[in-house]
Every structure is written in C-alpha cells, then in structure tokens.
C-alpha cells in the first residue's frame, strides 16, 4: 500500500497544486497554494527515498494491469534522489516567485504552468516504460514552453522559436526510436526491454541507441546539440530560468544513463566511446563559449552545457566509481546551477540589469549577496570544501583510475576555465564601480521581497557547503544509486516479479 | 507491405528536411510536421500491417486470430498524433506572435536574443 | 465581420445538436467507439461554429466559464477519478464499478470512475481546443 501510493503521489500533487493554483490565480492565494503544493511534493519525495533506501527499488502498476503490458511506475535509488532534488528546487523556485512574478503572469497561469512543469519533471524521473517517458517529456516541453514566452518581450518570442522548434525535432527523433526498438522486441516496458535486448540483433539495437543519444542529447544539450539552451535560457524572468537551469538539461541527462545503463548495452565500447567524445567536447566548448560571454545569465547557460560535459562523462567511462561521480554530480549540479540564476535576479533587481558591462558595485553595496553568490560559484568550479569539488574528484580520479590521462586533464582544465569566466562575473558585478554610480544594496528591496528571494538562496548555499563538509552520506546514496545502474537486477525484479512469469 | 511504408517514411524524411533546411521559420514548421507523421508511421509499421485482418478478437474468443496486426501501436501512434497537434498548434501560434513582434520570418534576422558583436555597441 | 444569414440559421440549429452528439459520444465510449476525447472535440466543434456565426466574444459568452478554467476543471476531475481508487486500497487509475439495481439476467446500471475520468477528459479537451482557437480567431 506504501509503495502503492507513494509512487504516484510526487507526480499527483503537483498536478492537483496547478489545478488549485489556476482556479485561484487572480489573488495571493495562487502563490501560497504552489508554496504549500511544492512543499508537499518535497516531503513525499523524502518520504519515497527513505522506503527506497530501506527496502530496495519500489514498483507500482498503474491501474493495476501487470508489467510489462500497464505503464509502471519504478523507484530505485536514483529516481528517488532526483524526485528529492525536484523536490528541493520546486520549493526554492516556488518560494523565489513569490517576490519574482508579477501579478499580470499570476494571471496568465504562471503558477500552474511551474507545477505542471514538476509533475512531468517527477513523472520522466519515476516512470518504467519508455513511452510513458515520452509523454512526461511533452508534458514538461508544453509547460516550458509557455513558461518561457510568458512575460511576452521580444526577446523571449525569439528565444521561444528556437526552442521550440529544436525541442520537436528531438522529441520527433526519440519518438521514432521508440517505434524502433518496438518494432524490434515487442516490448517498451524498461526492465523488460533490459531482459529482451541481449536476446535480438545487436548492429540493430546500436543503431536503435543511436537515434536516443541524439534524441536525449538535444535534451541534454550536450555538443553539437545545445545550441537551443544558451538562445533562450537567458530571457524568460529568472524563476523560471533557474527552474530550466537546475532540471529540464538534467532530465535528459537522466533518460540517457538510464537507457544506457539498462538497455543499450551490447556495444559498450562502441556507444559508450561516442559519449566520452560527447563529454569531452562538450566540456570543452560550454566553457569556451561562456568565457565569450558577456551577459551573467548568458555565462551561466554556457557552464550549464560545460557541465553536462562531467555528468556524461560519468556515464561515458561506465566504471563504478565514474557512475557514482556522475550520480553526484547531477545532484550537486541541480543545486548549485538553480542558485546562480537565482542569485543572477536578485542582482538584476537591485542593480537594474545583467548585462555586466551595465552593473557594478555589488560587492560594495551587497556584500552578503556577493558571499551568496561565491559559494555556488566556487562549487561550481570544484574549489573544496564544496560539492563541486568531490563532484569532480571522484571523475577525475575514475578516469585517472582507468589511465585515460588526456581525459582526466580536460576535465581539470575545465574547471580552471570555469573559474576564469566567474571571475568575470565578480570582477564586472560585484567589484567594478556601477557605470550609473549607483550602489545597489539588498536594502532598497521591501522586507517581505527581500525575505522571499533570499531564503531559498541561502537554503540552497547551505545545502553546497554541508555536502561539502559531511559528503559521506551523499557519496554513500550515490554508491548505492551506481550499483544499481550498473547491476539492474533489482530493478527488474521489482518490475517484473521475482520469477519471470511472461516469457 | 512494409517495404511501402518504409519507402514512405523516407519521401517523407526527405522533404522535411528539405523544408527545414529553408530559412522561414513557417517552412521550417511545416518541415516539422512532416518529420512528425513520418515518426507515426514508423511507429505504426512497427506494428506490423497486415491487410484484411483487423486487430480485433471475436466474440467468445479469447485471443486475436493468428497473423493480425498489434494493436499497440496503433493505440500509441494515436496518442502520439494527439501530442503532435497539440505541440504544433503551439508552435504555429508562437510563429505568428513572433511574426507579429519581430517583423520576420526570417531565421538570419532573428538575433535578438543573441545579439551579433558588431550590433551591440 | 457579419456571417451570412445561412450560417448563423443553421447554427442554431446545428449547435445545439453537436453537443448534444458529443454527450452522446462520450456515454458510449466504454465499450464502443467514442469517449471523452471524441466528444470533447465534437462538442468544441460546436462552440467553434458559434464562435464562427456570432463572433468570439458572443462564443464566450456563451461558454460562461473561461476555456481554460475548464480545461483545468477537467484535470482535476481526472486526477479526483483516478485518486478514488485509493479508498479501496487500490493502484491509482484502477477501474471501480458499482451496479445499481442489478436483477436476473442484467447486472443493473453500471457506474464507474472511469465514466468519471472521461468527463474530465471531455473538459479537458473541450477547454484546450477552445482556448487555441479562439485565442487564434481573435487574432487573425
């Protein structure tokens, strides 16, 4: 009964919050409905981690009809941490619009359109079948994209095209690989699928994989499939931009470990090699292309692709130690990456812009926002004692242990870069003298304002620092989420049953 | 039967991207939606066609006749058509807002959101 | 813009007669062809012809309730329907039937959320397809 429902209701909720939500959008009560709606999802998202983590990977047949022919919802250690992390970063947002979004997009459904955005969010991290998978990714892409154009500027029409329009293509791609690999084992069921594969042809199902890493790769944004990302993620109102930053990228980057971690794994050294290419280019050309930048939101979207670089690298090197590298990174990432946009508006409210050649002055004038902004910069770049920096000790050192040198020198390398383009960011806002000789302070916003945009930050900073000071425990999920991937026995026998009834 | 509808698949493919590789975003859209019906029909070959032998079980039966074609499928080619138009509606009205907003078509002129250095100062 | 005289008299006859074709629709849809998602397109199909006689605003009007508060009305009829399964202790979405009156030889009037379910999806439909395209008829 526990698991019965425990699964489902992180996506339910969320849809009954945007329900609410839109039925009261015309008054305070929206806001606080998505607060009180996020903050429930929060705490069933806890509540199904700990089930997982007591009694093992947790499987739910949805209107009771039998895997592999009913859509089944499957939690194993790694769902269930990105259900928490969605969680945490619903929250922060949720708490974040509240000062953040104007009355007119309350009016417009922004508050049910982020909720949506959750449950589909949640739903792409829960489900077991792969066209299940395709219906949370619609889900998600039509709320972001009516979270991205709402606001109605110029600049978000633009960006909305080429989002749009690169977003289809990819799930057009994914579609037709489903039909694919339908046509080739009868079956879309995951843990199924995993038990088929080896059984058919494996030149067919390599080919299959292909138009997935292509597919889930635009999601990613990972090279040469990203250029949609940094067109668009720096115009919609930064709620919802540290929203997409922290979760839509990585939900791709979820789809691909777990089909090639489950069932694309015939040619391992054939994929797998394709995606140490991936990784390492990618790395490379998100931080070259965030030290071209001159926008804070625009040097941010460029570390997102850089950094989906590490996570699948992670999966690309497909050592143990490389997958809990990988699993770790993508919880840290989620983190840090939603706190620097989140940062990025409280800088762009109160020194009126973020273009950085129009700001200035906000170290002397916010000290306190500067701090806020360098925990997550610094974790992001790697420097101990925060997350980032056992984020990538552990794929340096995977790679390292696998004597790929060149490998584990880019990803440093990166790093240094990383650090590079912020120390752009805080010499051009935070010490450089506001060219309109003002100086911003944190004060010129209303108390309540103030409250509502910098909890969240301050929350998620902490969060940074005490991974980074205690990451036992943290490894220790990650680990356990690794074994999983790597030997998904457990998985398939919570989906299927313990024997294998439908042969 | 199949070989048809392969052969389909691939017209298809073909013009789309022959559509998309034009500079107007509308027919970069409609290129769009004909790399969207050529998915459906994959997924609807995938299924088997068999002419003359509907997916249907009779009454009193139990299974479906030998040699019929899955149901499946079809079942989510429709969803999938359902999904489809749903996105492209989106899609169109978003075309003819950014039409309305930035006065073209024309995906060279489309640089707001990503200035060219030259323009900026 | 004023519709012809032929459209907006066979409107008022046609209207009323779609959506009472798309309730019929979606009453059948368990075991024959039809169903929430057919009936809701017919029956927006109906408001879109009113809309196209009398203009969008007389369409609106008409409505009464905004076509995406009914959309949303819709999603949560759904998910209550789905939800409901809960309180036999089953998985959500499971079929719950009730019988009324069941006699020899008929099992009686049969009700079911998933009857429920369809309704909502119905409003979901209806609210959805009437939201885009009179958001694209005010436009154009």
Known sequence: MTSLWLLPLPIIVPFATAVLAFLFRRGAEGRWISVMGSAATLVLGVLLLMEVLANGPQAAQMGEWPAPFGITLVADTLSAVMVVITGITGLAVAIYAVADITEDMEEMGYHSLFQVLIAGVSGAFLTGDLFNLYVWFE??????????????????????????????????????????????????????????????????????????????????????????????????????????????????????????????????????????????????????????????????????????????????????????????????????????????????????????????????????????????????????????????????????????????????????????????????????????????????????????????????????????????????????????????????????????ILQ | MEVFVAIMVGALVTASVYLMLARNVLRFLFGLVLLSNAANLVIFAAGGLTPEAPPLIAPGANAPPEGVANALPQALVLTAIVIGFGLFAFALTLVYRGYQNLGTLDTDEMRLAEPVEAEKT | MKSSLIVRAATRLLVGLLLLFSIWMLLRGHNEPGGGFIGGLIGSTGFILYAIAHGCRAAREALRLEPQTIAMVGLGVALAAGAFAAIPGDALFTGQWLFLWPSEGSKGVPLSNILVFDIGVYLVVLGSVLTLVLALEEEV
């Open chain 1, 139 to 500: 889900v998600m892409l039509i709320s972001s994209f009516g979270l991205l154009i709402l606001g109605g500027k110029r600049v978000q029409f633009d960006a909305g095209i080429k989002y749009v329009t690169l977003n289809l293509i990819s799930t057009i791609l994914f579609l037709s690989g489903i039909g694919l690999l339908y046509g080739t084992t009868g079956t879309l069921n995951l843990a199924d699928l995993s038990r088929i594969a080896p059984t058919v042809d494996p030149g067919l199902m390599t080919v299959i994989s292909m138009m997935f890493m292509v597919g889930f790769g635009v999601k990613a944004a990972v090279f040469p499939l990203f250029f949609w990302l940094p067109a668009s993620y720096h115009t919609p109102s930064f709620a919802v931009s540290a929203v997409f930053a922290g979760l839509l990228t990585k939900v791709g980057v979820y789809a691909m470990m777990r089909l090639f971690t489950l069932v694309f794994t015939q040619d391992i050294a054939f994929t797998h090699t394709i995606l140490l290419w991936v990784a390492c280019l990618t790395m490379v050309t998100g931080v070259l292309g965030a030290a071209a930048q001159t926008d804070f939101r625009r040097i941010l979207s460029f570390h997102i692709v850089s950094q989906i670089g590490y996570m699948i690298l992670g999966l690309a090197l497909m050592t143990p130690l490389a997958v809990v590298g990988a699993v770790f990174y993508l919880v840290h990432h989620i983190i840090v990456k939603a706190n620097l946009f989140l940062v990025a508006g409280v800088a762009n409210r109160i020194a009126g812009g973020t273009e950085l050649a129009r700001i200035g002055s906000l170290y002397k004038g916010a000290p306190f926002l500067a701090f806020l902004f360098l925990v997550p910069a610094f974790s992001l770049a790697g420097f101990p004692p925060l997350s980032g920096f056992w984020a990538k000790y552990v794929l340096v050192k995977a790679s390292m242990d696998i004597e790929l040198w060149i490998v584990a020198f880019v990803a440093l390398a990166v790093g240094l870069m990383t650090i590079y383009s912020m120390t752009k960011i805080w010499g051009q806002a935070f010490w450089k003298p506001h060219p309109g000789g003002i100086v911003p302070t944190l004060t010129s916003l209303e108390p309540g304002e103030r409250m509502a945009l910098l909890l969240p930050i301050v929350s998620l900073a902490l969060m940074t620092v005490l991974i980074g000071l205690y990451p036992e425990p943290f490894v220790l999920v990650a680990e356990r989420a690794a074994e999983e991937l790597l030997d998904p026995a457990a998985y398939i026998a919570a989906v299927l049953g313990e024997e294998e």
